[in-house]
């Protein structure tokens, strides 16, 4: 894997692979925001009381990230979402060229998706991310870095860990990160909807046209990813490398 601080272009920067990637990217990304999206379209235009609507979108995230993680691992790492390929760029594993061919795939997929949702749905409003009532921009950033914080480390844990490869765990990693992501969104979803992805963010705002507060979905999962992937390689995976 090619170290972080190496910012130039590569050979496997520019390799077909990297492309394919990039298309698997967008189409996982694609699938996860048409569900996820899809389920906050369903249970806002049906009579559903708070707590059964809060269950459904967090079973919808949690199941679709499992699907879209699953089909695009072995192609392109399952990343579904910038603030974990920005922690993957930070923490050495991923080159800053191809980091920002993903995060282009993932920005293309969650849009697409959410033209398709809005077409399907006969013209319904896709809904976007924002802070409820009395929730403060400075704590909705605190809980974005908190729960991309603990996505990430279920993250690397379970699949950048070498000690997780041809383990049991790596087989069931898609099934850990999709879990984390619907407790995050029990959590969170009341408070500023439980983002965790400024991809799945920035769909629903393009296609809506509504940008308030939206900078809080891109700094709280940026900044929280990046923490984590960079502090779990520098404690986990390069102290177990240099430990007897």
């Known amino acids: 894997m090619a170290h972080a601080t190496k910012i130039r272009r590569t050979q496997d920067d520019t390799h077909p692979d990297t492309w394919r990637a990039a298309l698997s990217e967008f189409i996982s990304t694609l699938i996860f925001v048409f569900a996820a999206s899809g389920s906050t379209v369903a249970v806002k235009n049906h009579t559903v009381d708070a707590p059964t609507a809060l269950l459904t979108v967090a079973v919808a995230n ?17 990343y579904v979402n910038p603030a974990v390929t920005f922690a993957a760029f930070v923490s050495g594993n991923l080159t800053w060229l191809r980091c920002i061919i993903f995060w282009i795939a993932q920005i293309l997929g ?14 319904q ?46 087989a069931i990693a898609p099934i850990v990160i999709g879990f984390i992501v619907g407790a995050n969104t029990l959590v969170g979803g009341p408070f500023d909807g439980a983002s965790m992805n400024p991809a799945a963010s920035f769909g629903p705002a393009l296609v809506g046209w509504s940008w308030e507060n939206h900078w809080v979905y891109w700094v709280g999962p940026l900044v929280g990813g990046g923490l984590a992937g960079f502090f779990y390689e520098l404690l986990f995976v390069r102290y177990n490398r240099h430990t007897p």
């Open 110 to 123: 969650s849009v697409i998706a959410c033209l398709l949702l809005k077409f399907t749905s006969g013209g």
């Open 125 to 170: 409003r896709i809904p976007v991310y924002g802070l409820s009532r009395g929730m403060k921009v400075g704590n909705a950033v605190a809980l974005e870095m908190v729960m991309t914080f603990g996505l990430v480390y279920a993250v690397y844990a379970t699949t950048v860990d070498p000690r997780s490869r041809g383990k049991s765990l790596g």
């Open 62 to 78: 949690a199941f679709a990230l499992v699907v879209a993680v699953s089909v695009s691992t072995n192609v392109s790492g399952g």
